[in-house]
């Protein structure tokens, strides 16, 4: 049974859910990692994938995702061959000045 729609969070006012997945270096790593948020057609904001010393990490940050969908996509990834750890984590609140710790740039 789904809730009603008026109790569930809009994607704007929804915390944004960060993955971290690493694992070997090979050729499909990027690809089926990417892969499980298209099949939900989710579009990340933010992927940044780096290969060192046959080591492959990438981290995808994706708006808008409640806790439960993120924890179910992480489960997905640590099913991929090739991943060896996945952290999942959700951005925390912003207090409105678009700064997530509180606090602001000294000057």
Partial sequence: MSRPAEESPSPETAPAARFYVTGDAAPGFVPRVIELFAKRNIVPE?????????RQSIEIRAPGMEPPLAAYIGRCL????????VLVSQDLETDGDGDEDGGGDAA
């Fill in 78 to 85: 640590r099913e991929i061959v090739t991943v060896e750890r």
């Fill in 46 to 54: 933010e992927i940044h994938a780096r290969a060192v010393n046959g």
